[in-house]
Structure formats: C-alpha cells, structure tokens
C-alpha cells in the first residue's frame, strides 16, 4: 500500500505533493514499482497535528480522487485514510475502494453504519488518545493484550452490522512509546486468531528514528528491515513511503518461506 499524503505536515512527506503533475508523476512511480494499494489521506495523523474541519478535508481530498479517477480508470485500487463518515461517503463517489479509519470508528458515531451501507472494505486501527495527545504518556499493563482485547470488541460491532471485510493495524506509533511498537511488532503473530488480515504501518516511523537516532529522511534501511519482521509475524499488508523496497522485502520473504 503506497502513501500519498495530501497535507502540509505529514511526519515525512508534508507538502511535498502540491500540484496534479507532482502528484501524478508519485502515483505513477508507486504503480510502476508495484503497489495493490494507493492510501491517499488529507488528514494529518502525526503526533501533535491540528485538527482541520471537513470542508478542509474534503477540499484536499476530492479534487485528487477525481484526478486518480480520470486518469487511471479500474486501473487503480484507491484507499482512503478518513475518520469521518461524511467523507467517506463522499469518496466513494470518487473511486475509492477500501476506507483506512485510524479512530476505529471512535470520532464519528456514524462512520461504522455507513461503512456497512456502503458494503467497502475497512481498516481498523488501534490508538490511545487523539493525534494532538497521543504520545503525550502513552499507559498499557499489557500493550499487546489491551490492542488484541480491542479488536474483538470492535470487529464484533462490525460484523453486527454485517461488516465483513475487515483488516486490522496495530497503529505502530499510535499512543504507543518505542517499547510498546516493539512488543507489538515481536507479538504480532498474536492477532492472526481474529483471522482477518493484518495492516502493518512502520514507513519510516519514530521507533525506527528513536533508535537509531536518525531523522525519517535517512530512515530506508531501518524500514526494510522492521518490514521483514512484520511479514515473518504475519503481516499481509505494507502502508508504505517506498514501495520498490517493500515489494523486494516482500519477494525476498516469499523465497525464504518457499525454501524447504
């Protein structure tokens, strides 16, 4: 799943796609390079980033989904990253594919009702707290019980409203300190018993930054390699800034799991 962040102040990639042309020209090398999914998101989710109305959003977002839409036709599978059941409705108008909620339905009462009425595939995140707090202190007993506990509770209220299609994501950094992402990502295996798939979003995250005190810029090598953890553990999908090393990561494990 290639990012295409349409915000000023994403945690990497912040403003750098202010144009159609640049857009397209990103767009165009993620396909190329191999990715199923294009997640396009125009809420920023970074620790700390202002909350911005929807008419902001959506002010962002449609104009792009149209432009994917006219340009690439059935030839793209587009997600869109959105906690609002408003603008969910109103992407799928545009093309959209799958809805990528990082509130799991929490800031909007309404959003899970209208992801069953709209019959689209839906990814469940986990966070504790909000963007603006959520790595203010971050608090688990046991992190990977506490997100597990959560994911029953919330897929049993999707599939109470015939929800079927659904993936989860630990949401690495997420109201989670660098500790907790790594007990996550060392017991991810434990969510495969919810037998949906799993979402893992590390691309160039502060736990890799954090450790090897780096910035996200040179962050590449630190990504590639928690991404081959992540697929040992059972992730079926990358949300990923580089898709070329994430679908070599991903081929590279297809052979090892193929060796006897």
């Known amino acids: 799943m290639g990012i295409l962040n349409l915000t ?13 042309k640049a857009i397209l020209t990103q767009v165009d090398k993620m396909l190329n390079e191999g990715a199923s999914f294009i997640d396009v998101g125009a ?11 929807v008419e902001e959003e959506k002010s962002r977002l449609l104009p792009i989904l149209s432009l994917l839409q006219s340009k690439y036709g059935e030839n793209i599978l587009i997600s869109v ?11 799928l108008q ?26 689209v595939p839906y ?16 608090q688990y007993e046991k992190v990977v019980q506490e997100v597990l506990d959560f994911f ?9 409203l015939n929800v079927h299609d659904v993936l989860v994501d630990p949401g690495f950094g997420f109201g989670k300190t660098v500790e907790h992402n790594y007990q996550l990502l060392k017991n991810m295996h434990v969510f495969q018993m ?3 798939p799993v979402l893992a979003g590390l691309s160039r995250k502060s736990m ?15 990504t590639t390699a928690l991404h081959m953890v992540a697929l040992q553990q059972g992730a079926k999908v990358l949300r990923v800034h580089d898709v070329r090393p994430a679908v070599e990561t991903v081929k590279l494990w297809q052979q090892l799991e193929q060796t006897q």
Do not use: C, W
Not at 44 to 53: K, N
Not at 81 to 91: L, P, Q
């Open 8 to 20: 000023p102040d994403s945690f990497y990639d912040g403003g750098r796609y202010k144009n159609d």
């Open 43 to 53: 809420y920023s989710s970074r620790p700390g980033a202002d909350h911005i109305s």
């Open 81 to 91: 990253d959105t906690f609002r059941s408003e603008v969910a409705k109103e992407a």
């Open 94 to 119: 545009h093309g959209t594919a799958l809805i990528n909620d990082i509130s799991a339905g929490r800031y909007d009462p309404g959003l899970f009702a209208a992801v069953a009425e709209l019959n």
């Open 123 to 138: 990814i469940l995140m986990h966070m504790q707290g909000s963007p603006k707090t959520m790595q203010q202190n971050p």
């Open 152 to 160: 029953i509770a919330e897929i049993g209220k999707l599939r109470a």
């Open 194 to 196: 919810l037998e949906v």
């Open 208 to 222: 890799i930054n954090k450790v090897l005190k780096i910035k996200a810029s040179d962050a590449l090598n630190g």
